[in-house]
């Protein structure tokens, strides 16, 4: 294809080493090793998807670099993608600017957030991207490239590099890839995208400004109220930015053989979200007075402080494989986004 590159165009000795040398040097790397964005390897990323490269889909923060479909490509090409995962970076970095995410937060705050990327619907099979055993680790090209590349547009063209305008006083592992899809295979209830309005057959993005995931081992409980108590005791934390700003939507990404049991028990999803939003309220007295005077000035002190504001706030999905292992993801305060992929 002979067209004129919006990018800036590089020459560099052909070598791995000397390109990989170059990107640190400059601040372009997250820090592992990236597939050099040739000039052939990008026009190859872009044949994923039928928009215009010179397209601009926004202005990132915290240093406002515009996203163009090309800019999107030469990040997805380093981190290692396929040309068919495009459509879905593409829609990820279109839902996390949607000004209700609130993506100018997220990137300088010193909280260790990073955008949670939850996929749904047929695309997640045809991609291969992993809803089941071991759905947050390793060994997935497409939840690690897909992922990793969300991030190394946050950094190279949102400007977000540590300690410089990313903040993150520690940060987490989830800020090198975050992408996961849910396991609608061996769910009992209706998929995240189905709940938000979308059809079954539509393939969604999902972006939740959320942390790493916090095990809940449960392996005694028989019944769904008993799995249920323990995700309530696991999920009462006061340190919590959804408890103490009530906001953000918290996740609780439920393992299949806890979901089966629960659901075996009579809960729907709803009753799910019910149940956990309600039981697993705080006194205020587990909050020290400086804490009640800043985040809850004027409640009762007999008032109890739920997980989120909101019980609807509460994202509840299927994910994991063999196990008794469920999890728990505190948010950062913005909304989550869904949005339908489009090629």
């Not at 799910?272 to 004027?298: A, T």
Request: aromatic share 8%.
């Amino acid at each position: 294809m002979d067209r004129k590159y919006l990018s800036e165009k590089m020459l560099v000795e052909d070598s791995f080493e000397a390109v990989n040398n170059l990107f640190i040097e400059k601040g372009w790397s997250d820090g592992l090793p990236v597939i050099p964005p040739t000039v052939s390897a990008v026009e190859k990323m872009l044949s994923g998807t039928k928009r215009d490269p010179s397209e601009m889909l926004a202005k990132i923060p915290p240093s406002w670099g515009e996203a163009s479909i090309e800019k999107i490509a030469v990040n997805a090409v380093m981190a290692g993608c396929l040309p068919e995962y495009l459509p879905v970076i593409i829609t990820t970095v279109e839902a996390m600017c949607d000004e209700k995410f609130r993506l100018g937060e997220i990137q300088p705050t010193t909280h260790p957030v990073a955008p949670l990327i939850v996929v749904n619907g047929p695309i997640a099979k045809k991609l291969d991207i992993n809803s089941k055993a071991g759905a947050f680790g390793p060994c997935w090209r497409a939840n690690a490239t897909i992922g990793r590349a969300i991030r190394l547009i946050l950094l190279n063209i949102g400007g977000a590099y540590p300690g410089k305008l990313d903040l993150a006083t520690q940060g987490q592992p989830c800020k090198y890839t975050y992408c996961i899809a849910e396991n609608e295979e061996d769910s009992p209830w209706e998929p995240l995208h189905v709940e938000r309005g979308f059809a079954a057959f539509a393939g969604t993005v999902t972006v939740v400004a959320a942390e790493n995931p916090h095990n809940i081992n449960e392996h005694v409980g028989i019944n769904g109220e008993e799995i249920l108590t323990s995700i309530c005791n696991a999920v009462m934390n006061t340190g919590t930015n959804n408890v103490l700003f009530q906001e953000g939507t918290p996740v609780i990404a439920i393992c299949p053989e806890h979901a089966a049991t629960i659901a075996a028990s009579g809960f729907s999803k709803q009753g799910v979200r019910d149940y956990i939003y309600e039981n697993s309220k705080m006194p205020l007295k587990r909050f020290y007075p400086r804490q009640i005077d800043k985040y809850f000035p004027g409640w009762d002190e007999n008032r109890l402080v739920p997980i989120t504001a909101h019980k609807e706030d509460l994202i509840i999905i299927v994910v994991g494989g063999t196990g008794k292992h469920s999890s728990y993801l505190p948010a950062f305060l913005p909304p989550s986004v869904t949005r339908e992929i489009k090629e």
